[in-house]
Nanobody, 118 residues
């Protein structure tokens, strides 16, 4: 059984920063890519950033240069440092982890709300 527990969301003014954390509770065995996605009201869930077990990262274009994803495998945790936040970054942010074993399994956190005021 694997659970993803997110923290760090909140309310911040435009131009401010937040750091999200997501910790894997349970087995970390064969967890490969971890990442963050977000969903704003009335919109589809979209990619924010991903990071592989080896540290390779991928960002959505609108987040490049403002957001930084990192992970600490010993702590079973992935982080998302968000700087220069904009009102359009307001969304529920979801953590994702992919286990690649005999089958591929996607795990999702419950989400953490990020609200950026103008």
């Amino acid at each position: 059984q694997v659970q993803l527990v997110e923290s760090g969301g909140g309310l911040v003014q435009a131009g401010g920063s937040l750091r999200l954390s997501c910790t894997v509770v349970g087995s970390f065995f064969s967890i490969n890519t971890m990442g963050w996605y977000r969903q704003a009201p009335g919109k589809q869930r979209e990619l924010v950033a991903t990071i592989t077990n080896g540290g390779s990262t991928n960002y959505a274009d609108s987040m490049k240069g403002r957001f930084t994803i990192s992970r600490d495998n010993a702590a079973k945790t992935v982080y998302l440092q968000m700087n220069k936040l904009k009102p359009e970054d307001t969304a529920v942010y979801y953590c994702n982890a992919i286990r690649v074993a005999l089958a591929t399994t996607n795990y999702w956190g419950r989400g953490t709300q990020v609200t950026v005021s103008s």
